[in-house]
């Protein structure tokens, strides 16, 4: 064993003995060191947290409302239940879209039924009825309404299906009831689950009708790219370079019609493979239309993606996607990673964030030359893993639904030169003294998908590690001393 994978082991076996016999039981299963040879990946995933356990994860609700359905701009998103998480809807993740908001688009909007003591006792149909009236009266260029439960709704039985039905009739728009009240399943991830089968429920089943488009052997669907920041416009930029014709994204800066258009392509381009997968394959036993996962961040990626895209279609694309590799693309890039690799190499990076964000980022690390020494999922399931270990080295640490004890104790004594998880952790990470980039919405900047987006995502961890602020600021464990 290498004297490296010796300390890791050495730190997972001290962050455990803490517990109590039954938790470091039970933590044990969610920790490891990567073993090439184990393709499938030992860690547990997609189990309950630990009660009494300070977990990062999210509910069914965050993965609704704030992932999947939050992002279509042009449907009225009702979080029905308390305001407490109908505020929290309010701060969206910098889902980028077009439109005028308030008239056509409504991506930032909290609409909320507010639920108080008496909608308890009594039920909050009537309530939800004569917010959906109040909703088109107020918005009526909008295409539609989906109603996110919250707790409270699943718990007293009211029947959002019957008002969905009822309601659609009368104002002859779709109306989208989604069961994602927080407590269903271990975290988030169901939320993606429940919000596809919603998709498939409400609109696909239903036949809502999509924009006309015209029938084209290059027509593609983007989907699970949420534009952040901008990154489906990034994409779009590349397919569209490509040659081909994107028709429909999802769900970012998309229309209830992309999301019907789906149907149409001849390709779908599936980016967040946890969120969407559900959906992506239901188009394919229904329709027959294929799906591929990709991925844009940083060159090695960018150009894996584009010849594996490209083999799906004619010589023309392919030609056309090896000049733009060979000629443009290849030395824009090269010249970005030529400035920043000095910088950044041989930084240590901790990365720990949802369900997709380390297999899709790690190869962008690796690019500038940093290694990634610990990742691990909030909420992803087995296969998750299975995809991330290619990109993993024979000493790094993975786990699963990390503690805030845990990543405590990581910053402590790995000491990384950047942590990236989500803004629940920047906080803790930065009193530590250790950079952090915000790896769910990219911290205010963004896009990192795409050509642009890799020199954006090189100035901001360049700009991370080497902020002069880390000097000045001393970790808690150490102001005793």
Known sequence: MSEKKTVYKDFIEDTLKEYPEKSKKERAKHFAINEPEDTSCSVKSNKKSLPGVMT??????????????????????ISHGPVGCGQYSWGTRRNYYNGITGINSFGVMQITSDFQEKDIVFGGDKKLSKIIDELEEMFPLSKGISIQSECPIGLIGDDIEAVARKKSAEIKKPIIPVRCEGFRGVSQSL??????????????????????VEDNKYNVALMGDYNIGGDAWSSRKILEDMGLKVISQSTGDSTLSELANIKKAKLVLLHCYRSMNYIARYLEEK?????????????????KSM???????????????????????????????????????????????????????????????????????????????????????????????????????TIKKLKPDLFGSGIKEKYQVQKSGVPFRQMHSWDYSGPY???????????DVDMAINGYIWKKITPPWEKGA
């Open 56 to 77: 990062i994860r999210g509910c069914a609700y965050a993965g609704s409302k704030g992932v999947v359905w939050g992002p279509v701009k042009d449907v009225v998103h």
């Open 191 to 212: 939320g993606h689950h429940i919000a596809n089968d919603a998709l498939r429920d409400w609109v696909y089943e239903r036949d809502v009708k999509g924009a006309d």
């Open 287 to 303: 329709f027959q239309v294929p799906w591929l996962e990709f991925n844009f961040f940083g060159p090695t990626q960018i150009f």
């Open 307 to 409: 010849r594996k895209i490209a083999e799906q279609f004619d010589e023309k694309i392919k030609e056309r996607t090896e000049y733009l590799i060979n000629e443009v693309y290849g030395p824009q890039l090269q010249k970005i990673t030529d400035k920043y690799f000095p910088k950044i190499k041989g930084r240590k990076v901790v990365l720990y964030v949802g369900g997709l964000r380390p297999r899709h980022i790690i190869p962008a690390f690796q690019d500038l030359g940093a290694e990634v020494i610990m990742t691990g999922y909030e909420f992803a399931h087995n296969d998750d893993y299975q995809r991330t270990l290619e990109y993993l080295n024979d000493t790094t640490i993975i786990v699963d639904d990390m503690t805030e004890y845990e990543l405590e104790k």
């Open 449 to 459: 998908h795409g050509i642009d987006g890799y020199e954006i995502f090189a100035r």
